[in-house]
């Protein structure tokens, strides 16, 4: 049986660190106990909100509803053979000991995503990148289950709809949904070693290494992230707080003309992608506070909470970089975190 606590603070369980009380909360390790909560009362009666690792999530307010607290665990080898292995992992397994399982086992592919907070549950729902890999390029499908109906449901890739930070359980199956594991395949040798993207190479020139392997990769990308995001657990933050912007090459173009050292990667569709840091930064707010919130003084796009912040005070301070980056560029910056 399940048990039902009340009004539960939120604050271990989100990683800006912010109190928010849950009327009702849950947690929940296997699919028989999630069952068990879908027939119950208080899930027929309630609003839902599903929490993984909260590592992608703003606390604006008390949440007047249930929150499930995933922790299905475990992780399976499905299949293998000399070149790539299969795996299923379970949502509520956390992404950075999952990624550095596999690299200690040799099994190449998402060493690029070492360290990046969440839950592996979290990692699809939207499509975790960094260092130019994105989870989409090694996962094969996404098991769920249904809330409404208890049912297990299986998403191919394709089915997925993956995209920047986006999948269709952002969408069409947003809070329909209960990802429950996740089938990844990796390879065992012949490794894709992706170097290019950022300081990765200079870091691993810095470590002395001549011969990279997806151990050094791991551990460059870890220094990388080390020296310029904040650790959670130390200072509040959920990462990136908004996507990195497409516009259209034209408006690019006009822009640059006025601001020549505006970094700009053409994407398809004659968009280009401009570094949101670039934009924040570029209106002063990088290593400014307001009330207790705050931008991170070495990483622009990083939205922290110095310990007394309330979920509100950091919307707020969302709202003054939107408006201020509109004014000055006309992009219209999009939070990457989801707002409650
Ligand atoms: N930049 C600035 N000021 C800053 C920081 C960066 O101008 O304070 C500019 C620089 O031109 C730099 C460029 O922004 O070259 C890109 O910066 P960075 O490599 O740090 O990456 P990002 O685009 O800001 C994205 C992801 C991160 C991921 C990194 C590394 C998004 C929204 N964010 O950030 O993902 O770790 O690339 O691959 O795409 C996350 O999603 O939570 C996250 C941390």
Redesign the pocket.
Known sequence: MVSFQQAVDLKPYNTFGLHARARYFVSVETADQLRDVLNSHIFKNEKRLILGGG??LLLTKDFDGLVILNRFRGIDILEQNDDRITLSVASGEEWHPFVMHCVNNNWGGIE?LAL??GTVGAAPM?N?????VEVREVIEQVQGIELSNGNEMTFNNDECMFG??ESVFKYEWRERIFISSVTLSLTKKNHRLRLE???IKETLNAMNITTPTIQSIAQAVIA??QS??PDPRITGN???????PTIPIQHYEMIVKEHPTM?GYRSENQLVKI????????CGW?GKKYKHAGV?H?????LINDGNATGEEILELSHLIQDDVNKKFGIQLSP??NII
């Open positions: 590592s992608n690029n990046i907070p939207q975790i990148g960094a260092y130019g920047y930070r993207y950022g300081t990388i992230r310029k995001l959920s990462g990136s707080f908004f996507k990195n970094p570094p949101a840091a670039w934009l924040i930064e570029s990088k991170h070495q990483q622009a796009l990083v990457e975190v």
